[in-house]
């Protein structure tokens, strides 16, 4: 404990300071006591909660992505214009993130696989996407999306045998009843099919994306999420090349506005980076089945943005689809996980 001459000397120093002790701030101890409050929140949640917390955030991404894709097409960009930005960014992070933090080399007799699984994963799935959404609507199309549990299904009975019971049968029909709706509706209210043809293009993109959960399944167990995600978008990016490059060279960048700018960097950043990070992070605590049921959130909030700026509508054909493509969805998922 200092004397009390000590004291007296340290008093008569801090008068003559010139640098006195700033008063405290009320605002600033009010910010940091919530910042800090967030963060203890955050390392006290189970790890099955914070999982659940990355699908929800994951599941937000995909549903803005639709009505963002869609703003951003065909006034701003092309569909091969945006797929080639889109990949080429994908491809610079993935590498460089997993440069830096992963440094896996991966067996050459596998680069076959992530070969097949970037023309099917990365190549058709997201030329199919955005080809079809630029015809169609993102209520269509996050709509059809919903179907990805009935394709695996499908592609996973016809490639590893698995058992198709009469139940999941009922389920994969009702689904595909609702798929044919929207087609043939999307047909009679366009006198040149553009709309069901967008319908038909997404129904492809999902298709693919099915094979490509089916095909990537074996590297999954054996490769890091980000040295597959590298190899994969690499690929894939490599078959867009011959037919996104020379519109990609069109791209006037001066005319581009800001707003364009910020819905292309939300592609990049959130939806093809933060998102399958978080995805696979999911994986790892959670099952696929748990997983799949997120994918039921994003037609609502496809929906919710779709009206609310105005690029579609909703009809009682709609919701009928809606309410079939849902159904047939349940009816696999529940027989599967009995």
Known sequence: MP?????????????????????PVPEFNEALSETTGLFYTFATMTERFRAHLALFITTVIFGIHYSVAKSLMPDTFTPAQLIFLRLSGGVLIFWLFQRLFVPEKVDRRDLIQFALCGLLGFSLNQSFFYEGLNLTTPVDASLIHVLNPIFVLVFANLIIREKVTWVKVSGIALGAIGVLILVLYGATMSFSSSHALGNILVLLNMVCYALYLILIKPLVGKYHTTTILKWVSFFGFLFILPFSLKPALQL???????????????????????????INYALKHLSSGVVSYYSYIQPVIATILTLSVGQGTITIPKILAGLLIFTGVYIVNREKTR
């Open 3 to 23: 004397s009390p001459k000590r004291r007296k000397q340290r008093s008569i120093c801090e008068k003559r300071s010139l640098f006195r002790k700033p008063e």
């Open 252 to 278: 006037t960048f001066t005319t581009i506005s800001p707003a364009a700018w910020a819905g292309l960097a939300y592609v990049i950043l959130l939806n093809t980076f933060v998102a399958y990070l978080l």
